[in-house]
């Protein structure tokens, strides 16, 4: 018997030298150890032992088994290792080669720069309202202090509907609207399109504004300068500063152009900013206290500021986008570089 | 506004440079849009004494002189036949600059050097009237007296810095001399130096003119002086050099006195002659209608009853501010004449200027504003200036019609309400330092403070207006920045329209679509290019009255003509693929549901606003180029709507501008929102598109109800789904819609079906098709047996026979 045990587990070892792959390995595995294997022949020669040396002889069979089974086993895992590196290195593949996946589009550095003010107004607790681009004379002028035929109509040169119907010419009717609808205290922007009688590198008749309101018990310049600070702060780099300087606007008093520092030189000087460190980006001011009394609020009670802000100036800017009518131009090359 | 230094010196003394006065005023609230120099126009030209003249040794029309300019000899070769020995003549020398903008460099004539160059009245830019019988074509020749290396700038009189400055429009007396040096005088802490008014009064005229000022609300006042013994004649140099300083030409001394005024004080003037006034009266009254009057522009204007004119007993002799007439103004035998200088309403003078298409310095002035005070003022300053160039007599007092207006207006506030406007302290004796350094006089009695507001400030009238006043001239950097610190918290955000929108653009682009901005306003000749017919609602669209052109004159009703221009400008762009998106406003002109704002001012009248359109936001979809097809451009919609939460529908339908066989409307729970297709080869071709185009639009506004909706969770299946493969052969006109729907109507046990198949040819009989459905059945409670789905199939099957003659595929 021993010498049986001996003969098959030499005859294994042979065998097993010459086994690599997984499958050979399984082979010699139903081979040796299977139902119908070496070892269950040699299990059934047990019976003709003398039943005091079964003992000895079970053992000695099944620990040669055990053997077998592990070194098997430990064959196995080389043998799944390499072949595993074998195949991945077969299925190498050159990861330069483009994706597979439809292009994205983009979205206009227009809605980009509105989304920007967006979310920054909103997370200093603005609403965002908008309102209609065909309006009446009425909001879009007479509340805010430009009665008819006055000079201040001529600073915005308007595309007229019917005599009291108007595109537009800034967002600013919707701060009417706003205040006729809303109690303080209002806090609000509104974005969107505006018209002007005007069309060279700098202008286009349709271009669009933020607006921004504010009305509330002790409003000041200095609140009005804190807010906008703070917008122009995080829209460009924490070291962006503003600047006012005098101006005159029928619905602000005192009213203001807001110039913040150079975002590209950081105001030391530049080609965008001709060298001054300044770039003007938007009008402001204290609402005039008429309007909110046109409005329906109290003006000895309350008072607020407003400005408006281009966002095609801001986009020009933000992008060094030289020339505005690039805008509207929507050649699919300049679109897809603000995906 | 131009300023000329040595003209607002009459008014305020300047000892600071220009480039340091230009700070003070923009941070006073003045822009200057320019500083001229004027000698800036003309360099290295000087006076030179002609010493001697040869003739050319090599050309016969040439003659090479000997010149003095002063500071050395020079020789200078010319053509020109009016020189000689001893005259002084304006030479241009090497390096020179003239008004012209010809430079000047020596160089050889012919094998002679010449140091420069004679120049004659064009390249200096002078006239006539500035050298009196100088020869047009010839070399300037210059007073004798004119000292050889005399600048050229200086016998020009070009010796001015002008300062043109940006008025803003609440401040109309500053489009004047004077008023700019009043800013000037506060920005410095100096004086205003008064006017010494010295002419004297002669007798009343025997027959003094009669003015009758019919319509007080159009002229509020209306001032007449008559002057006799007027002798018309040029005015003297300096009057005429300031005048052309600041664009004026200069014409007589009469007409010089009165745009003298005009620029000086900003009251527009004008001067008839008397024995032209029909009847000696004057009367101020609105127009006959289609009375006419030929305006000094020598134009015969018909006028509207809502122009105010300046009439005689007879006819209008000017149109009232705007402009004068000919028949009636100063010509070179005028003795007597009669200044007016008067006060009409701004908003009737800019509507009759439109009406008319007529503009002048006058009108600009009156559109803009004029105070009460300047008619006198003006009047007074034109007296002196003729009794200064002793040009006439005045006879007698003026005529002075006014309404009553208010002399004396006041201001009262407190040092609090102004520091609470600008959020930083401003002490009262600050605020009182400040107003009478402006002429604006302040006293304090108290706490309250009130200032004396001079006529020519009708701007103030608040202490917004006062608070305004202070902090442009303590200057703006005082204001610190504080973020809302006393104001109340709030909530903000974004409305659901604004959200969806974002999220459709988001959506869009994730598809692969690029964002577009294209005008709101078209031609109204895409709409044959969308071959819509005569009657088509979509061609009734919003007209602008005054557009910048007629392809940009009407509101688009449909945004695909937009968004077909960028395809097609794209394309010429060989661009050759592409996909666009626009989230735009289109714009129908029904009358739109009444808003009433009801809280509004008790004395505020809203008017209706059923005049305003429909304005409904959209989103537009277009694309072109390889593999694109309607079923991309559906896919994509479809997952713009996924993104939104949302499903939509197709019906197949025919659209003018849609190819017959590849359109459809889109619906959202079984409302129409919008098309979608391929688009009409003729309306492609019209576009210029060698490209198949697929468009879609659809209506945002009609999804805001329900779209981003917060989802209920619906629990997940504990039991396996089953699925079977279904492929029938029906009639290839049937649709996979039709079938679909009899399918789950029939199947009970149904959970979804798909469409992963269609197929023609072999095989399939001619005029029928293959469609093949992916099918998964489900119980809630128990898993299916496969009976249960044979049954279920089995119906189904039957089903389709019977509706669409469908067969099992084999």
């Not at chain 2, 010295?198 to 009669?210: C, I, L, N």
């Not at chain 2, 559906?634 to 590849?662: C, M, N, Q, T, W």
Request: with cysteine; net charge negative.
């Amino acid at each position: 018997m021993q010498e049986t045990i001996d003969k098959i587990t030499r005859s294994f070892n042979a065998e097993l030298e010459k086994a690599s792959s997984v499958a050979e390995l399984n082979e010699l595995r139903v081979r040796y150890l299977g139902k119908n294997g070496v070892f269950t022949e040699v299990m059934k020669s047990l019976k003709d032992i003398a039943k005091e040396d079964k003992p000895f002889f079970g053992k000695l069979l099944n620990d040669a088994r055990v053997k077998i089974e592990e070194v098997l086993q430990e064959k196995d895992k080389t043998a799944a290792k390499e072949e595993q590196r074998a195949r991945l290195l077969a299925e190498r593949i050159d990861i330069t080669l483009p994706g597979v996946s439809a292009e994205a589009g983009s979205i206009h550095p227009l809605s980009k720069v509105k989304a920007e003010f967006a979310e920054i107004f909103t997370s200093l607790g603005f609403e965002i309202k908008e309102g209609p681009e065909v309006e009446l004379d009425f909001f879009n002028f007479q509340l805010l202090n430009i009665p008819k035929d006055h000079p201040a109509r001529d600073m915005q040169d308007t595309f007229y509907i019917t005599d009291d119907v108007v595109l537009r010419t800034h967002t600013s009717p919707m701060q009417a609207r706003v205040m006729l609808e809303q109690k303080p205290p209002i806090r609000v922007i509104i974005p969107g399109k505006v018209y002007r009688v005007d069309d060279d590198a700098s202008h286009s008749p349709m271009f669009q504004q933020i607006e921004g309101l504010v009305v509330d018990k002790n409003i000041s310049l200095c609140d009005l300068k804190g807010c906008l600070e703070t917008v122009c702060k995080k829209l460009f780099s924490s070291k962006t500063k503003i600047r006012f300087r005098p101006s005159f606007f029928p619905f602000t008093e005192p009213s203001v152009e807001v110039d913040c520092s150079c975002p590209l030189c950081g105001g030391k000087g530049c080609r965008i900013c001709k060298g001054t460190g300044w770039i003007e980006i938007l009008g402001a001011g204290i609402l005039n206290p008429k309007v909110l009394d046109n409005c329906g609020i109290d003006s000895s009670v309350y008072s607020g500021f407003a400005f408006g802000v281009g966002m095609e100036r801001v986009a020009m800017i933000r992008y060094g986008i030289p020339d505005i009518r690039i805008f509207f131009e929507n050649d699919i090359r300049f679109l897809k570089q603000y995906k | 506004m131009k300023a000329p230094l040595n003209w607002l010196k009459d008014f305020v003394d300047i000892d600071i440079a220009p480039a340091e006065l230009e700070k003070k005023f923009v941070s006073a609230g003045f822009e200057i849009e320019e500083i001229i120099n004027q000698r800036d126009a003309v360099k290295n030209t000087v006076a030179g004494q002609i010493t001697a003249i040869e003739k050319h040794p090599n050309a016969d029309k040439l003659f090479v002189c000997t010149v003095d300019v002063g500071f050395k000899v020079v020789q200078i070769v010319t053509n020109a036949k009016n020189v000689y020995a001893g005259a002084v003549v304006p030479v241009a020398l090497d390096g020179a600059l003239l008004p012209s903008g010809t430079k000047i460099s020596a160089g050889e004539l012919r094998g002679v050097r010449s140091d420069g160059m004679f120049t004659g009245l064009e390249e200096l830019k002078a006239t006539d009237e500035d050298f009196p019988g100088a020869d047009p074509d010839g070399v300037l020749i210059l007073s004798p007296s004119i000292a050889p290396g005399t600048d050229i700038a200086d016998v020009l009189g070009l010796d001015d810095i002008i300062f043109d400055v940006s008025v803003t429009a609440n401040r109309p007396d500053c489009n004047s001399i004077l008023g700019i040096a009043r800013e000037i005088a506060a920005v410095t802490g100096k004086d205003v130096k008064p006017y010494a008014f010295t002419y004297q009064s002669d007798e009343e005229p025997a027959d003094p003119v009669k003015v009758v000022v019919e319509n007080q609300i159009l002229c509020p006042r209306y001032m007449a002086q008559t002057v006799k013994n007027v002798k018309i004649k040029p005015s003297p140099e300096y009057i005429k050099k300031r005048l052309k300083a600041v664009g004026i030409r200069p014409i007589n001394n009469i007409v010089d006195i009165t745009n003298y005024v005009l620029t000086e004080i900003g009251q527009p003037m004008h001067a008839f002659d008397r024995f032209n006034i029909g009847g000696n009266h004057i009367i101020v009254r609105n127009a006959k209608k289609d009375e006419e009057v030929v305006t000094l522009d020598g134009k015969t204007r018909t006028l509207e009853e809502s122009v105010l004119v300046i009439c005689d007993l007879a006819r209008p002799m000017a149109v009232a501010g705007i402009m004068g007439g000919t028949d009636s103004g100063i010509n070179v035998g005028t003795v007597e004449i009669v200044f007016e200088s008067a006060k009409f309403a701004r908003d009737n003078i800019r509507r009759s200027s439109k009406a008319l298409n007529l503009r002048s310095d006058s009108s600009a002035r009156f559109e803009k504003g004029i105070d009460f005070s300047a008619q006198e003022l003006g009047l007074k300053r034109a007296l002196q200036l003729v009794h200064e160039l002793e040009c006439g007599t005045v006879a007698g007092a003026p005529v002075d019609i006014a309404t009553d207006f208010v002399k004396e207006r006041t201001v009262s506030f407190t040092a609090a309400a102004v520091s609470k406007i600008l959020g930083i302290t401003v002490k009262a004796d600050k605020i009182m330092e400040i107003l009478n350094g402006l002429g604006i006089k302040t006293v304090q009695s108290g706490k309250l403070l009130t200032s004396d507001i001079p006529e020519y400030r009708e701007d103030l009238e608040n202490a917004n207006d006062i608070a305004e006043e202070v902090i442009r001239l303590m200057g703006y950097d005082k204001i610190k920045s504080k973020l809302l610190s006393k104001a109340q918290q709030t909530i903000g955000g974004a409305s659901n329209s604004y959200r969806t929108d974002t999220a459709a653009r988001n959506a869009a682009a994730g598809a692969g679509f690029s964002e577009t901005v294209t005008y709101s306003f078209i031609s109204p000749k895409a709409f044959d290019l969308l071959r819509l017919s005569a009657d088509d609602a979509l061609r009734n669209a919003v007209g602008i009255r005054n557009p910048l052109g007629e392809d940009v004159s009407i509101m688009r009703t449909v945004i695909l003509p937009s968004a077909l221009a960028v395809v097609a400008s794209n394309i010429s762009k060989f661009n050759k693929e592409a996909r666009f998106f626009e989230i735009a406003k289109r714009y129908s002109p029904k009358a739109a549901t009444v808003k009433t704002a009801s809280k509004a001012a008790k004395n505020t009248k809203i008017p209706s606003q059923a005049e305003l359109p429909v304005e409904e936001q959209t989103l537009v979809l277009t694309a072109y180029g390889e593999g694109e097809s309607f079923f991309t451009l559906k896919g994509a919609l479809d997952r713009i709507a996924g993104l939104l939460g949302l499903e939509f529908s197709y019906r197949a339908k025919v659209y003018p501008f849609l190819h017959d066989g590849r359109s459809a409307e889109v619906l959202f729970n079984g409302v129409h929102i919008g098309y979608i297709g391929e688009v009409h080869p003729e309306t492609q071709d019209a576009y210029g598109s060698p490209f198949r185009i697929y468009a879609a639009e659809i209506s945002l506004e009609k999804l805001y109800d329900k779209a981003l909706e917060v989802k209920k969770f619906a629990s997940l299946p504990k039991f396996p789904g089953v699925a079977r493969d279904l492929a029938v052969v029906v009639e290839d006109g049937t649709s996979a819609a039709e079938l679909i729907a009899v399918i789950k109507k029939t199947a009970k046990l149904l959970e979804s079906i798909g469409v992963f198949d269609v197929y023609k040819g072999t095989h399939i009989a001619e005029g029928f098709k293959s469609i093949a459905f992916g099918l998964t059945f489900r119980h809630p409670e128990r898993t299916l047996t496969d009976d249960e789905i044979a049954e279920e199939m089995t119906v189904v099957l039957a089903a389709l026979k019977k509706g669409f003659g469908a067969e099992l595929r084999k």
